[in-house]
Nanobody, 116 residues
Framework: QVQLVESGGGLVQAGGSLRLSCVASGSTSSINTMGWYRQAPGLERELVASITIIGITNYADPVKGRFTISRDKAKATVSLQMNSLKPEDTGVYYC??????????WGKGTLVTVSS
């Protein structure tokens, strides 16, 4: 089992920055891929960015060039640096860790609100 706790959400004006962090505890040696998803009101949850255990990253088109995902294997932490935030980035951001046997673990989410 893996437990995830996100932090770093909040209210920011458009053009501002936030940094999200997700700390894992439990069976962290089984973690393969780590990622951030978001869910805006009335919409489905969508991938924002992911990073594999060897550092290969993937970004959704709307955030390319603005967001950066990084991980600290030793601390079992994944972070998301979000710059040049837009109102459409508003939503609940969830951390997801996928194990090497394709079991997904989710955090409870952290709210990001970008005002125009």
């Amino acid at each position: 089992q893996v437990q995830l706790v996100e932090s770093g959400g909040g209210l920011v004006q458009a053009g501002g920055s936030l940094r999200l962090s997700c700390v894992a505890s439990g069976s962290t040696s089984s973690i393969n891929t780590m990622g951030w998803y978001r869910q805006a009101p009335g919409l489905e949850r969508e991938l924002v960015a992911s990073i594999t255990i060897i550092g290969i990253t993937n970004y959704a088109d709307p955030v390319k060039g603005r967001f950066t995902i990084s991980r600290d294997k030793a601390k079992a932490t994944v972070s998301l640096q979000m710059n040049s935030l837009k109102p459409e980035d508003t939503g609940v951001y969830y951390c997801r860790f996928r194990s090497n046997v394709l079991v997904d673990y989710w955090g409870k989410g952290t709210l990001v609100t970008v005002s125009s």
